[in-house]
């Protein structure tokens, strides 16, 4: 992990290299502006004139050009520059030119060459912009957040129209995405050929972002020069779990002689086989919580009272007197298996030169499963004979009132098997008009439909268990705990499963979101100096989801002789890889063997197994749905002072949006079941601005503002609420359909120096005044109190006197939110001999906001805490060495700790999740000009996802995946 001595040495190298860049470099620095968009159409398939030019993509439009700059690949004395540019450095350059010609802060990363992104995640793609940092999943990126603010706050558009792509993660990595962020993760990069961060509003773009809009572009015939054809095939190997596994894509695109007709499919398809495993706590609790240790506990220096501390309603001074323990100190291991295919397809018609149709359609299917084994001591955290009948034979307290380890007897220990299919279908079709009348007017229209069905049909948990297990033993004292269960785990002997207390969950469930979207607008050329423009877009969105639960209750099951129990087991083994576990750490223990199981005790068919839905309690509360439709109109004025002799260029709008939410949801005493229904609309004026001010041909000043505004996430306004008992988990959660958006206004600037091509030197800072934001406020409250009938109990290990932990979105005060970026590329062609075949690109990113949150639901007590999802240090850098035929280049992403929920639950002052440093490579050699190998390596120091909880940071979750290693070839022709 890098602390805090780290980042200064970050800062400090990141500062060092750039100065040192930038004093080397100066002499050779040639005066240079970007290609010009009249450059960019005559190379086009079959143009020749601005008029032939096909339409720029959604993800970035055209701006006003940099005036009387000299040309490309000059030298300041006006001869050429020798200068060999190939794939990844040239996408660099490419990408540049678009950021610079913009008038708004638009960050883009260009694909390297056809249809071959550098990276194989967008999100991991995304990150080496400045501001982004991504959250991953099973060693792959799938959520981002940018400059502080997380995927609920960030909308993605794919071609032009909003969307959002749905997929499950494991329990301690966030489960099914149940809100607006969007997981990358659905889709292969190779589909894409450019992805755009705006980081700054305009009133063309819809809203519904407060940190960035993301815009991901497919590729079009016609941004291929003559007919085109590409072939992929590579290897998968993940060093964890040992496998090899294909991955393959294509793309052909051809067009008519005349460049008036085209035609484009592109397709990619791999499967991976990974091994995530680690340590699984489920966060920290106090001793009193659920009851308390048993009275025949010892603790030297310690009274039982002082053990068992919060067992009484009157005793809440959690942090100042309490004792703190692992809830579910546990070892996991997760089997996943994945096959992700993919398919764009694009035909675009030009049948004048006024006038191009372009139709866009892309489909994606992730298909896996997930197989999970974990072996935990349940007995912490539960009631009634779990945690009362426990005993402390002996312990240590650290001096942040830690049990930090301890020898245990009477200790439930839990074997658990979880059996998961998961399923994602994606697909969009989108139809882009633009007309032109004469050479002033012009029509743009665009309409489009896209869903995300996610589908997780098998979620099956089966559970036997070690009841009071003595000599159990943990110690928490080296960051990878100790954990030993004290009796040996492997044997079948030493387990039961036995009604009332072994548990079977059958638990599918699906999550469905949909868009469809029209929107168009007119723009007029007024002068040489001015363009107006103005357009009406309407949007619809629609979510739904459900859950199935046993209606029987989940510990209601089969009671199993030892000899049935064994003939429905087998043994996990090879636990550990790549850890340096303790002493006296299992490597192997017995676990369920769900398929077996399934055709011995028929639980998916015994109508003892039988799953409810809306007929059941505890799964009514997942049917959810919501119906957003969002109408805006807009003008605005894009201006380029520099025919008038003012090196001044910008833009100017307001945008109307109307807002109509109607929610349902489920709620029901006993057996009396009632169809909640929310309905509200609200309006808001959001009004932009950005100016250019081009100091010199290579200096710009960007000044941007805007006030902008981020709906609440979608499961969350529903009225309904949610029961949910899982091991000893107990929790209670319930929407807020009158949550209001949360409203920013925000203040960007920046500095960027273009000293050549391909290179830029920019200082960014930016602010944003939240108004109000979402926040979960979770509470600890005895189920007896809930207002809620036994009868839900029915069926579980819980009891009415069990604590549950209850949660519920609400509006808190928000709050400001500043920061810096730091942003450094160059190539280093001024350097002498193979050294001007290197490049660099670096970047830094500060960003701090402290919010108040809420304490509790009934008084206004708060704490000041950072936003959720904000690193306030990032940094990312990349080292390339490039020739015409050979490429490698090594990159470091960095992304510091940030926190996941305020307050914490059980007295824990907050959750979060430690810094990441996650190292990546890459080698590619061209054989021929159409033939080129490629060895890619990903993750190389093996990144442990280290989770915590409170500010004394109590391990959570402490897991690895393992290292990627992706060996192929491509050829084109």
Do not use: C
Request: aromatic share 10%.
């Amino acid at each position: 992990m890098m602390g805090m001595s780290g980042i200064r040495g970050l800062k400090i190298a990141l500062g060092l290299t750039t100065a040192a860049i930038g004093l080397a470099a100066a002499p050779a620095f040639a005066q240079a502006s970007p290609e010009t968009n009249a450059e960019k159409a005559a190379r086009a398939p079959g143009n020749q004139q601005d008029t032939d030019a096909p339409p720029a993509s959604p993800a970035v439009a055209p701006e006003p050009q940099v005036a009387d700059a000299p040309p490309l690949d000059t030298n300041q004395d006006g001869s050429a520059q020798d200068i060999v540019v190939t794939g990844f450095r040239e996408s660099l350059s490419s990408a540049i030119n678009i950021k610079r010609n913009q008038t708004a802060t638009v960050d883009v990363i260009k694909a390297e060459d056809i249809a071959e992104f550098p990276d194989l995640n967008l999100a991991e793609s995304l990150q080496r912009i400045p501001g982004v940092a991504i959250s991953r999943v099973n060693g792959e990126g799938r959520n981002i957040s940018v400059r502080g603010l997380g995927p609920e706050y960030t909308r993605v558009r794919i071609n032009g129209m909003e969307a959002i792509g749905t997929t499950g993660g494991t329990d301690n990595s966030g489960g099914v995405n149940r809100g607006r962020g969007f997981d990358f993760n659905i889709f292969s990069s190779d589909l894409f050929n450019s992805l755009a961060v705006r980081k700054t509003a305009t009133a063309d773009v819809e809203e519904g972002s407060l940190g960035a809009t993301v815009d991901l572009q497919t590729s079009r015939p016609f941004d291929y020069k003559k007919p085109t054809a590409v072939i992929s095939a590579q290897a998968s190997y993940n060093d964890l779990r040992r496998k090899a596994t294909p991955r393959f894509s294509g793309l052909v695109t051809t067009s008519t002689d005349d460049g008036r007709f085209g035609v484009l499919l592109s397709v990619a398809y791999e499967e991976r086989k990974l091994r995530e495993e680690g340590a699984n706590i489920t966060r920290w609790t106090y001793g009193g919580f659920n009851g308390g240790f048993n009275a025949a506990s010892t603790l030297a220096g310690y009274t039982l009272g002082q053990i068992n501390y919060g067992s009484s309603a009157t005793q809440t001074d959690y942090a100042g007197q309490a004792l703190f323990h692992p809830r579910i100190p546990g070892l996991v291991t997760y089997e996943i298996d994945q096959k992700r295919l993919g398919a764009a397809g694009s035909v675009q018609f030009q049948p004048t030169d006024a006038t191009l149709i372009s139709l866009d359609g892309l489909y994606s299917r992730l298909d896996g499963s997930r197989a999970e084994s974990q072996i935990q001591a349940i007995s912490f955290s539960r009631s009634g004979t779990g945690k009362p009948q426990t005993i402390i034979r002996s312990g240590v307290v650290d001096a942040n009132r830690n049990i930090i380890s301890g020898t245990f007897d009477n200790v439930d220990v839990r074997s658990q098997s979880r059996y998961d299919i998961l399923r994602t279908d994606f697909y969009q079709g989108t139809a882009n008009l633009e007309q032109k009348f004469g050479d002033a007017v012009k029509f743009v229209g665009t309409m489009g439909y896209a869903k995300s069905e996610f589908t997780n049909p098998t979620q099956t948990t089966v559970t036997i268990d070690a009841v009071n297990s003595n000599n159990f033993y943990y110690d928490f004292s080296t960051r990878f705990p100790t954990i030993r269960p004290g009796f040996d785990v492997t044997n079948p002997a030493s387990y039961t499963f036995t009604n009332g207390n072994s548990e079977v969950r059958v638990r599918p469930q699906t999550v469905d979101n949909s868009f469809k979207t029209a929107k168009g607008y007119l723009e007029w050329t007024a002068s040489g100096l001015i363009k107006l423009k103005a357009g009406l877009d309407w949007r619809e969105f629609r979510y739904s989801s459900t859950e199935g639960r046993r209606n029987a209750g989940e510990t209601v099951v089969q009671t199993l002789t030892p000899a049935q129990l064994a003939a429905a087991t087998t043994l996990h083994t090879d636990f550990g890889r790549g850890i340096d576990l303790p002493n006296g750490t299992p490597t192997s223990w017995l676990v369920p063997d769900i398929d077996k199981f399934a055709a011995l005790y028929n639980i998916y068919t015994d109508p003892l197994y039988a799953v409810g839905r809306l007929d059941n309690a505890t799964a009514r509360g997942s049917y959810i749905t919501v119906r957003e439709r969002d109408t805006g109109a807009w003008g605005m004025t894009e201006f380029n002072l520099a025919d008038a002799g003012i090196r001044l260029r910008g833009d100017a709008g307001l945008r109307y949006v109307h807002t109509n939410q109607v929610s349902t949801g489920y709620t029901g005493v006993g057996t009396s079941v009632s169809l909640l229904t929310a309905e509200r609309s609200y309006n808001r004026w959001l009004p932009s601005a950005n100016l250019v001010y081009d100091v010199t041909d290579t200096l710009l000043v960007r000044v941007g503002a805007a006030k902008t505004l981020s709906r609440a996430g979608i499961a969350a306004l529903t009225p309904g609420g949610n029961l949910n008992i899982s091991g000893g988990n107990r929790g209670f959660s319930s929407g807020n359909p009158d949550l209001k958006p949360t409203e920013s206004t925000n203040i960007d600037a920046s500095l960027e120096w273009y000293p050549t091509k391909g290179a830029v030197y920019a200082i960014s800072g930016f602010q944003k005044d939240i108004g109000t934001f979402v926040q979960t406020l979770s509470v600890n409250v005895p189920f007896a109190d809930l207002g809620l009938p036994v009868s839900l109990l029915a069926g579980s290990a819980a009891s009415p006197n069990d604590i549950f932990t209850v949660t519920q979105p609400v509006n808190s005060s928000g709050g400001k939110l500043r920061g810096f970026e730091v942003n450094v590329q160059q190539p280093l062609t001024f350097l002498p001999g193979f050294l001007r075949d290197f490049g660099v690109l670096a970047n830094y990113t500060y960003v701090k906001s402290d919010i108040k949150y809420l304490l509790s639901a009934t008084s206004t007590a708060t704490v000041t805490q950072p936003l959720v999802g904000l690193s306030r240090h990032a940094a990312n850098a990349t080292l390339y060495y490039e020739t015409k035929r050979f490429s490698i280049r090594g990159s470091i992403a960095y992304r510091d700790k940030y926190l996941t929920a305020v307050p914490g639950t059980e007295g824990n002052s907050y959750n979060g999740t430690n810094s990441t440093t996650n190292v990546d490579a890459q080698i590619s050699y061209n054989i021929t000009d159409a033939l080129k190998l490629s060895l890619e390596m990903i993750n190389l120091t093996d990144q442990f996802n280290d989770q915590y909880v409170d500010a004394t940071n109590r391990l959570n979750v402490l897991t690895h995946s393992g290292r990627q290693f992706i060996l192929g070839a491509r050829f084109a022709f």
